[in-house]
């Protein structure tokens, strides 16, 4: 099993910065991508960004390209989401997630509110 826990969240006036942080643990070995979703109240659980564990390839939804950014720390099994310019519509709770084969582990989430 792979645990994931999330830090940082927290509230951030409407255009402000915050950043995400996702440390992983357990086993491991073959993850594949790391990444972020986020569920607003009421709403399913978007996708909005991921990094591959092999090239640091990245992928955002269009809804956070240019604002948001993933980095990753191979060494300490941790990756980032930088947000710059949230808006109040980021407001959500975001979950990191590692996918390894077929497997997905997912954290507990961490809530992100931005203020008008």
């Known amino acids: 099993q792979v645990q994931l826990v999330e830090s940082g969240g927290g509230l951030v006036e409407a255009g402000g910065s915050l950043k995400l942080s996702c440390a992983a643990s357990g086993r491991t070995v073959g993850i594949q991508d790391m990444g972020w979703f986020r569920q607003a109240p009421g709403k399913e659980r978007d996708f909005v960004g991921v990094?591959?564990?092999?090239?640091?390839?990245?992928y955002y939804s269009d809804s956070v390209k240019g604002r948001f950014s993933i980095s990753k720390d191979s060494a300490k099994m941790m990756i980032d989401l930088r947000m710059n310019n949230l808006k109040p519509e980021d407001t959500a709770v975001y979950f990191c997630?590692?996918?390894?084969?077929?497997?997905?582990?997912w954290g507990q989430g961490t809530q992100v509110t931005v203020s008008p």
């Open positions: 990094i591959s564990w092999s090239d640091s390839t990245t």
């Open positions: 997630h590692a996918g390894r084969n077929d497997e997905s582990f």
